[in-house]
């Protein structure tokens, strides 16, 4: 007679399964993941070994995008797929050039959010949430967010090696203009993002592996990113190799940059 | 574990740096950045590499030697997030092939400790890693289960929200009928032997008034504010209540002892519901009904005593409403007899099943026939002969009343038309009107028909419509009347002087006749009783009212000579009676 209660989303804490977060985590030199994430990474790595170095790219333009955007005078931020939080975090960045920053993460795997509310327990400015980067609205209204986050003030949006897991069938670009919407003017939209115009051959196998996990990868041309940043303007270099974003040192910049596969830009909301 | 600096420590003395220091630094850098993540610019990485050179450096040129540096900096490299094997392998390599050549260090004490060093540095490294990686497994072991511990919290909480949704009503937070019935159906299940069960179903009186006049959201917080009072009471009495219907609820009490508690149960709820009631600054008038149901739990179905529950809440809205009403098992099987009944009766009229009896009109003065009424009765094949009274009223409230008055207005003008063919002196035909058919707009028509087609003039038909029918005319029905009038039929007041009518209406009716209901004749042949006397008066009255309104006057249920005789006394026209013959059938009539 009781009715069947509906499962809420992503229930699947299965560890023999691997996750984007953790697998990211392995590839960044972490030790916060399972085997299963670790045989995935290996396994991509056979294609293409220089998946760490890519994964560090694309973790060192978020440092350096956090920092730019904490001295251009942002004070809050919200980090969406911020994975496993350790080796160096967005808050601790940005609280390295503003001590108030706020920055509420947001990833849909419990064991990642569990495992960052575990370590930013004491942080009053700093909150881990639990949620579908396809459901922003829910993003937006949760009340940790909004506790940390006022969104009449500027905030830097950070959807770095986010958008590319997320396939056309989930209306990317509309979760980014309804989170768009929600955003004051002088805010920041910090995008990294896989694609297969440089090296397409890898990228194939690559999205193959992907489909054993919970999120596909869905690469997507220069093109197809630019679009993201439709309503903001984008600030200098524009969208670039993710080593070419001001790079700190001419020795940080590679020389075949497009290696790393993953477009970086940082846009502006007039 | 030493915790890693970033900053140089603070020196005993300051020593001058090496000059080749700067170039074993770079040449470190270049080896070990980049081969894992490490969360600092290439700068600060450049001087944290800066400070552990200086601290091997001093160990290696110090008077006293102390190796667990080379630990300490191990540690440092791992904590500082150079933890990849490669930036293990590359510093030692590094510091075997170049450290000593670029500080410009070639004796054996200097070889010695260097080796030193590497064999700590890596033990530290080794150790800082490994002890990490157990932490960080630990970490994620725990934080698994503690993901997975939230998730099923989340499960148990939205299927405990979802079970609660699905049994009780939003709107006031009560049990809904859903849960009502499970916890009967619980009580009713291996029942103590004596235990006794008592049901009271409340129904609001005329709430859709409620809500049509003052508007939903009143009609809402009205009933939010009669769950609460329901609420009170059964946490009062210890019983459990529910919202059964829009404006239904309904108590379960399972300590009954007898039919008495249950009616001072519904009682309290009914004196609750009276008591004043405002909402939005108004106030609202409001009264219920209460169905009550009380009977041993043993042998009882919950399906059975909800239906009864509800049967005895209809009784009370049916008996006027604003009452309890106790279910009666005598009065249910009387309605669901009646129900039968009327169930039965369109099939019945298919068949034919309905006939007419007829009963002499005579005229007083003469004794003569000059009429007879028509009387319904109905062949059930199971029942028998059931007379007007069993289903009369039945075909009246299910409508089937207007087919089945126009079946029988037609058998008993074609029986008049046959009556003509036998004598020179036919009786007119008298037949009865339900207030369905007058209300019924095609009557006037439908009777011209009946009238066209079996070749009976208007005059020799007669109509008769109760008093209490009368009274119920509205505009539309007189018109109908004053149409039947018009065709030349007559019409006639049945029983009249009992419907408590206002008799200005015999002014407005276009009526020929009266007829006096049976229970004004009863008694006027006694001799001189008070009694007799006052009737016999007020029969003469009602003749002589009668006449002055250029009325003919029937007297019926005439049973003794004595009675026919007062009757022609005072004037009276016709009678029908024993007397003069029961209902027969048409062959039994003795024509003039």
Redesign the interface.
């Known amino acids: 007679m009781s009715p069947s209660a509906p499962v809420p989303d992503g229930l699947d804490i299965d560890t023999e399964r691997p996750t984007a977060a953790r697998g990211y985590d392995y590839l960044l030199g972490g030790e916060h993941n399972f085997a299963a994430d670790r045989d995935m990474i290996h396994k991509a790595m056979a294609l293409m070994p220089d998946l760490p170095m890519q994964a560090r790219e694309n973790r060192a333009f978020l440092h350096r995008a956090v920092s730019v955007l904490a001295g251009a005078g942002v004070r809050q931020f919200l980090d969406i797929g911020s994975g496993i939080p350790t080796r160096g975090n967005v808050h601790e960045v940005a609280q390295r050039v503003a001590p108030d920053a706020r920055v509420v993460y947001v990833d849909i795997d419990p064991v990642a959010v569990s495992h960052g509310r575990h370590l930013l327990a004491d942080d009053p400015n700093t909150t881990v949430i639990r949620a579908d980067v396809r459901n922003p609205e829910a993003i937006l209204a949760h009340p940790d967010t909004r506790a940390l986050i006022d969104f009449d003030q500027p905030v830097g949006l950070l959807m770095v090696a986010l958008l590319h897991v997320v396939p056309d069938t989930d209306d990317p670009y509309g979760i980014v203009t309804r989170l768009r919407a929600a955003l004051a003017p002088g805010s920041y939209l910090v995008v990294g993002h896989g694609t297969h115009d440089s090296r397409p051959g890898d990228m194939e196998h690559l999205a193959e592996i992907s489909r054993r996990t919970p999120t596909l990868l869905s690469t997507r041309s220069r093109a197809e990113v630019l679009r993201f940043f439709d309503g903001f303007e984008l600030i200098e270099p524009g969208l670039v190799w993710a080593p070419l974003w001001r790079p700190e040192s001419p020795d940080a910049v590679p020389t075949d940059p497009e290696r790393s596969i993953n477009y970086v830009g940082v846009g502006v909301l007039a | 574990v030493t915790p890693a600096g970033q900053r140089p420590p603070a020196l005993a003395s300051p020593a001058p740096t090496p000059p080749g220091l700067a170039t074993f630094v770079h040449a470190w850098a270049a080896a070990v950045i980049?081969t894992?993540?490490?969360?600092?610019?290439?700068?600060e990485q450049v001087a944290f590499l800066d400070v552990q050179a200086h601290r091997l450096v001093r160990a290696l040129t110090t008077e006293s030697f102390d190796a667990a540096v080379g630990y300490h900096v191990g540690t440092a490299l791992t904590a500082a997030?150079f933890?990849?094997p490669e930036a293990l392998g590359r510093t030692t390599a590094l510091m075997h092939e170049r450290l000593l050549t670029d500080l410009g260090l070639a004796d054996d004490r200097s070889r010695r400790r260097l080796g030193r060093l590497i064999e700590t540095l890596a033990e530290g490294f080794a150790r800082a890693v490994r002890d990490?990686?157990l932490?960080?497994?630990d970490?994620?072991r725990?934080?698994?289960l503690?993901?997975?511990v939230?998730?099923e919290h989340?499960?148990r909480t939205?299927?405990a929200?979802?079970?609660h949704a699905?049994l009780h009503d939003p709107l006031t937070g009560l049990s809904n009928r859903?849960l009502f019935a499970?916890r009967l159906s619980d009580a009713l299940t291996d029942p103590p032997e004596s235990a006794r069960i008592a049901l009271c179903f409340v129904g609001l009186d005329r709430f859709k008034l409620i809500n049509s006049t003052f508007g939903h959201a009143v009609g809402d917080r009205v009933l939010a504010l009669v769950a609460d009072r329901m609420r009170a009471l059964a946490d009062e009495q210890g019983c459990a209540v529910a919202r059964l219907g829009a404006d239904e609820f309904g108590f379960l009490a399972t300590d009954s002892t007898c039919a008495d508690d249950a009616m001072k149960l519904a009682d309290r709820a009914l004196r609750r519901l009276a008591e004043p009631m405002r909402v939005g600054g108004r106030e609202i008038p409001l009264s219920a009904s209460v169905g009550v149901v009380e009977r041993p739990a043993a042998g009882t179905e919950p399906a059975d005593v909800m239906r009864a529950a509800d049967i005895s809440l209809h009784w009370a809205k049916a008996d006027g409403r604003g009452r309890c009403v106790l279910f009666d098992a005598d009065r249910n099987a009387d309605d669901v007899a009646r129900y039968a009944l009327s169930a039965a009766m369109p099939a019945g009229l298919r068949r034919d099943e309905f006939t007419l009896l007829y009963q002499p009109l005579v005229e007083l003065s003469h004794g003569r026939l000059v009429g007879v009424e028509a009387l319904a009765r109905w062949h059930h094949p199971v029942r028998g002969l059931l007379g007007a009274g069993e289903f009369i009223g039945l075909a009246e409230d299910s409508g089937l009343i207007v087919a089945l008055g126009l079946r029988l207005l037609e058998k008993a003008c074609r029986q008049a038309v046959r009556w003509q063919a036998c004598t020179p002196y036919p009786p007119f035909i008298s037949v009865n009107l339900a207030v369905r058919q007058i209300r019924n707009p095609g009557l006037v028509g439908q009777v011209a028909a009946v009238l066209d087609r079996v070749g009976l003039a208007p005059e020799r038909l007669q109509l008769e419509i109760t008093e209490t029918a009368v009274m119920s005319i509205d505009d539309e029905s007189l018109a109908t009347l004053r149409a039947l009038g018009g065709l030349g039929v007559r019409l006639v007041i049945d029983d009249f002087g009992t419907g408590y009518a206002n008799l200005s209406y015999l002014c407005d009716l276009p009526v020929h006749g009266l007829k006096l209901a049976a229970p004004f004749i009863d008694g006027i042949d006694d001799l001189d009783s008070e009694r007799a006397r006052k009737r016999r008066a007020l029969l003469e009255t009602m003749v002589s009212v009668g006449h002055r309104l250029g009325l003919t006057v029937t007297a019926e249920g005439v049973e003794t000579l004595p009675q026919a005789e007062r009757l022609r006394t005072i004037g009276c026209d016709l009678a029908q009676g024993y007397l003069f013959g029961r209902p027969m059938p048409p062959t039994g009539v003795v024509l003039p």
């Open positions: 980049g894992s993540y490490v969360p600092m610019t290439r700068t997030d933890t990849a990490r990686t932490d960080a497994q970490e994620m725990r934080a698994a503690e993901a997975r939230r998730i989340a499960l939205s299927e929200r979802v079970l699905a859903t499970d």
